[in-house]
């Protein structure tokens, strides 16, 4: 199934901007099998919410109530099934939204605090999604099924043209080495060189004459792909290169990796599109049953209203 992070809208910062007051005594209001929750936490979770998805303030705050207590029921659950997010995961995630839209980690919990949100009122909403997202594919993975009935449906509804067409790709990888331990100038040395391929690259049929100027770089097949067998980020970057140009360089454990695209056909089939209709109709259930699961661990917390 497939899992999300809700998206930071940045451009509401400036419009709210307010200062962070930590108050000496917080109330509390909801306590989650001995976890409480206090007003403070409702109202930061409020604003980040108001900041992050154009709710009203009385919304927000209604809502904040109830994604902080499915929050701690979230956490309980996966200390119960040993399940435990690390700091640097959490960090990790923090750090994927600031890349999302365009600033580094610093710049991201400046504007949030702009907002009159504390970054780690971000990192609690992550943890918990984090673990939860944890969860699910331990009691899920492999267990989703879509019956072939819903998906003919699903086609019947796309038009025909859609229906017979399906895009496919021959790909190539291109690594230019790095060995373990390099130093730091070697490494930029080394993607330094993969923008230059990269940029004299015109074809698969011409590699030799382009790589041949650089020592240590290996092509590897990688065969047809179809549109939908890549992965989102990739496809949607050689959807917008086409045939005869590299991917950007990307780093992996064996140096910088990059994908020529050699050649892109349009063949007669459904394959892509049934694949892609599957997959939504994966998500969908995959997204039911976190529901249901959410709410039958609710049933069994402890919640306690103030």
Same mark, same amino acid.
């Given at each position: 199934? $497939?899992?999300?992070?809700?998206?930071?809208?940045?451009?509401?910062?400036?419009?709210? #901007? /307010? !200062?962070?007051?930590?108050?000496?005594?917080?109330?509390?209001?909801?306590?989650?099998?001995?976890?409480?929750?206090?007003? *403070?936490?409702?109202?930061?979770?409020?604003?980040?919410?108001?900041?992050?998805?154009?709710?009203?303030?009385?919304?927000?705050?209604?809502?904040?109530?109830?994604?902080?207590?499915?929050?701690?029921?979230?956490?309980?659950?996966?200390?119960?099934? %040993?399940?435990?997010?690390?700091?640097?995961?959490?960090?990790?995630?923090?750090?994927?939204?600031?890349?999302?839209?365009?600033?580094?980690?610093?710049?991201?919990?400046?504007?949030?605090?702009?907002?009159?949100?504390?970054?780690?009122?971000?990192?609690?909403?992550?943890?918990?999604?984090?673990?939860?997202?944890?969860?699910?594919?331990?009691?899920?993975? +492999?267990?989703?099924?879509?019956?072939?009935?819903?998906?003919?449906?699903?086609?019947?509804?796309?038009?025909?043209?859609?229906?017979?067409?399906?895009?496919? *790709?021959?790909?190539?990888?291109?690594?230019?080495?790095? !060995?373990?331990?390099?130093?730091? +100038?070697?490494? =930029?040395?080394?993607?330094?060189?993969?923008?230059?391929?990269?940029?004299?690259?015109? =074809?698969?049929?011409?590699? %030799?004459?382009?790589? +041949?100027? *650089?020592?240590?770089?290996?092509?590897? !097949?990688?065969?047809?792909?179809?549109?939908?067998?890549?992965?989102?980020?990739? $496809?949607?970057?050689?959807?917008?290169? +086409? !045939?005869?140009?590299?991917?950007?360089?990307?780093?992996?454990?064996? %140096?910088?990796? /990059?994908?020529?695209?050699?050649?892109? $056909?349009?063949?007669?089939?459904?394959?892509?599109?049934?694949?892609?209709?599957?997959?939504?109709?994966?998500?969908?259930?995959?997204?039911?049953? =976190?529901?249901?699961?959410? /709410?039958?661990?609710?049933?069994? #917390?402890?919640?306690? *209203? $103030?």
């Amino acid at each position: 199934m $497939r899992l999300r992070f809700v998206p930071v809208i940045m451009g509401l910062f400036l419009a709210l #901007a /307010m !200062p962070i007051v930590t108050p000496a005594f917080a109330a509390i209001k909801v306590i989650v099998n001995d976890t409480p929750i206090t007003d *403070y936490d409702i109202s930061q979770r409020a604003r980040l919410i108001t900041l992050t998805q154009r709710k009203s303030a009385s919304i927000a705050k209604r809502q904040a109530e109830q994604e902080l207590i499915d929050d701690q029921v979230k956490l309980a659950e996966a200390e119960r099934m %040993g399940i435990e997010v690390g700091s640097s995961e959490i960090d990790n995630a923090f750090n994927n939204i600031a890349r999302n839209v365009k600033m580094s980690p610093s710049q991201l919990s400046k504007a949030l605090r702009s907002g009159g949100v504390k970054p780690e009122t971000l990192k609690a909403r992550l943890k918990a999604q984090l673990a939860w997202n944890q969860l699910l594919r331990r009691r899920f993975s +492999g267990k989703i099924e879509v019956d072939e009935s819903d998906i003919i449906a699903a086609l019947q509804k796309k038009d025909e043209a859609d229906r017979q067409k399906s895009v496919e *790709y021959d790909l190539k990888r291109v690594i230019v080495v790095v !060995p373990k331990n390099s130093s730091g +100038g070697f490494k =930029s040395k080394r993607k330094q060189e993969s923008n230059k391929i990269r940029a004299a690259f015109s =074809s698969c049929e011409e590699v %030799g004459s382009v790589l +041949g100027q *650089y020592s240590e770089v290996v092509v590897q !097949p990688i065969g047809r792909r179809l549109e939908t067998e890549l992965p989102a980020e990739m $496809r949607e970057e050689i959807n917008s290169l +086409g !045939p005869g140009k590299l991917t950007k360089p990307s780093a992996t454990p064996v %140096g910088y990796e /990059m994908i020529a695209i050699c050649g892109k $056909r349009e063949i007669a089939s459904d394959i892509a599109v049934r694949a892609e209709l599957e997959n939504e109709l994966r998500a969908k259930e995959g997204e039911s049953q =976190s529901r249901k699961y959410l /709410m039958d661990v609710r049933r069994r #917390a402890t919640i306690i *209203y $103030r």
